[in-house]
């Protein structure tokens, strides 16, 4: 799945809960700016996400627009992402 600023994949979990893997690749960036990047999605997940996410492990991948997004932004892809997610079953 793709939104603006994030790309997702999800499979079925054999565990009893999610796991979600977070890629914030350099795309010409520097250090600070991708750590930003990557401290706002580890944030949303771990408040927005996780809660609700049941049996998927969910890869999310920041594509080049993530880098001039807001918080919200992210947060508001995350969460259509999220949807997308928990429709996947085991």
Do not use: C
């Amino acid at each position: 799945m793709q939104t603006e600023h994030l790309e997702a994949r999800a499979s079925a979990s054999l565990l009893l809960h999610p796991r979600v893997g977070i890629v914030v690749p350099k795309h010409r960036r520097k250090i600070v700016e991708r750590n930003k990047v990557k401290r706002r999605l580890r944030e949303i997940v771990r408040i927005g996400l996780l809660p609700r996410l049941g049996t998927v492990d969910l890869l999310i991948r920041a594509r080049p627009e993530a880098y001039g997004s807001t918080f919200q932004q992210l947060a508001d892809d995350v969460a259509v992402i999220g949807e997308w997610a928990t429709r996947i079953k085991r």
